[in-house]
DNA sequence: TGCTAGCATTCACAACGTGAACGATGTCAA
DNA sequence: TTGACATCGTTCACGTTGTGAATGCTAGCA
């Protein structure tokens, strides 16, 4: 009854594994982009802006996954930021329609480049072949899952 | 100023990749072991128990990375599930123990089936090669990351 | 014996996101 | 045109998750 034979193997499934580590990174993105007043959600607005150009914020809510109220409140901090401009659309006056600016491309560009530096600390250790089979995958399973523009969060379960 | 050409690459790190497919999967397997009344920070508990045996709340909470009043409902929860058991420890009365019961265990190995059929679903359309290259490189990101037993949460920004 | 430290627990609180309700606008049929 | 109904954005109340401070026991040491 005491002592359990069965070591589970949860941590050796890539679920435990990605999820735990997904987290990981997830909060140290968070953590970085604080800088510049952003969560990952804004900057999940912000790329999916940057790839449709405009759109209304119902559009935006259902590429990341999210209410649309949970939309009402990313904009209005990114308008206050500068980042994106709000206008109604004169066809439907029901629709805002978001626009990048160019301080809102800066931002972007910013975050982008955390990304990048997090990317390198992160596969720097990796050997070479590791590094590149796994950008493989992970850009494969991410194509094969639509990878909603979407940064993830961070906490870690 | 309207048309911005700077396609951001965010999505082409791996930081946003491993980000969101890791909320993903998390979100998939908190709803499944949601069958079991269990949430992910308990399946991390409860690995956490079998690895460790048996050990305090303190000891748990510095595994899992979050507040000792955090492990206390955990643990409260778990209890009542009769996952596991609580006890005093009789050379120093302040702590309580929290081991493993039989119940656990077979909770536990319910969780980890999930967890494979998940790597299955995932895994499954990729090439071969990619699937062992991709567990190689993530098993080699968790030992190097110190893996600590937590199983992410579900957000992803 | 008294002081100080450590453990578990409770409680108030902040952060995040959802869903229902609402007002403004658009659409379509009578 | 008018009226019924749908849609968009917004607000608001709420549930969930986790933290940190305060509390009560218990240990250990002078």
Known sequence: MNDVKLSTGLPETVTFQLGTLGAL??????????????????????????HAGAASQQELAA??????????????????????????DPGDRRRQILKL????????????NIART???????????????????ALKALAAQKGLPITSS???AT
């Open 25 to 50: 990174i997830a909060e140290r993105f968070a953590n970085e982009i604080a800088v510049y007043a952003l969560k990952p959600k804004h900057v999940g607005l912000l790329t999916a802006l940057i």
């Open 63 to 88: 590429k990341l996954m999210v209410a649309p109220s949970l939309v009402v409140s990313l904009a209005d901090h990114l308008e206050q930021l500068e980042a994106i401009s709000r206008v109604r």
């Open 101 to 112: 600016t160019d301080e809102g491309a800066r931002l972007l560009t910013r975050c982008e």
């Open 118 to 136: 997090i990317d390198d600390d992160l596969l720097g250790p990796l050997p070479g072949r590791q590094r590149t089979a796994l950008r493989h």
């Open 153 to 155: 969060r961070k906490d």
